[in-house]
């Protein structure tokens, strides 16, 4: 689990090597700004960085979201039922083979340059991952389990409520976390192909009007983003898995 300590040091750390880059390099600002000029930009455009910066928080977190939800009960729903884990498993493998981030023109089609689109790209990156890691966490429940609820007699669904669940929520955790990290690109990257308001498309906006001091300062603040987010999905898994051990 990331400290506030650790993550202070870290960001201290690489303003001081991007300083020193600057310094090294000569590099003109519009093409490699100093932590100076970008604190600057992000003061003056304050409001339209926090304007954005709300749009894009509100993909990711309804993206996360749904995202999770759906993960999750397609994980118990494989694990339940032997014929649709052989049925819809392989399925989803196989959909990771497409590039999620070639999707994006088409989900901008189909949904519009609104929200919606950047929220089912968020969705379709984090499904897998969730998925994934409550289903091995579910699978992976102690053989002992098993025949202790067939001794008792326990029917499927009890049994995967209160033994199976539970004990597969530190899994569940890891993937959520994992999520925490992919929900903004899902989201950035929907920006990118297409929208009128949020991080991503003001990056590009300021890209195209060569304020590469802007650009930086959204990029920065969508990595806060992203880090704060992980250290609140990280908290929630921390109190998942001490709802495992019985410490809640």
């Known amino acids: 689990m990331m400290r506030g300590r650790d993550i202070l040091a870290a960001a201290l750390l690489a303003v001081a090597l991007w300083q020193a880059a600057v310094m090294l390099t000569g590099a003109p600002h519009f093409i490699l700004p100093s932590p100076l000029r970008v604190l600057r930009a992000a003061y003056a455009s304050r409001i339209l960085i926090a304007q954005n910066a709300w749009v894009t928080g509100a993909e990711v977190l309804l993206g996360l979201t749904l995202g999770a939800a759906l993960g999750a009960v397609t994980a118990i729903t494989l694990a339940m039922s032997r014929t649709a884990e052989r049925l819809m498993l392989p399925l989803l493998v196989f959909t990771q083979a497409i590039p999620v981030f070639a999707l994006a023109p088409l989900l901008t ?106 650009m930086f300062a959204a990029l920065i603040v969508l990595a806060c983003m992203t880090v704060m987010l992980h250290l609140a999905v990280g908290r929630l898994a921390e109190r998942l898995s001490r709802y495992a051990n019985g410490e809640l």
């Open 109 to 214: 089609l189909w949904f519009g340059y609104g929200m919606g689109s950047k929220i089912v790209m968020t969705v379709l990156i984090i499904f897998f991952p969730v998925t994934s890691a409550f289903h091995d966490g579910v699978r992976r429940a102690d053989p002992g389990y098993h025949d202790l609820a067939a001794t008792m007699g326990a029917d499927r669904l009890r049994f995967m409520r209160h033994i199976l669940i539970p004990q597969a929520l530190p899994a569940l955790g890891s993937g959520l976390r994992l999520a925490a990290v992919y929900a903004p690109i899902g989201a950035v990257i929907g920006e990118w192909v297409g929208a009128s308001r949020g991080l991503g498309y003001l990056m590009l906006l300021a890209n195209g009007r060569a304020k590469i001091d802007l």
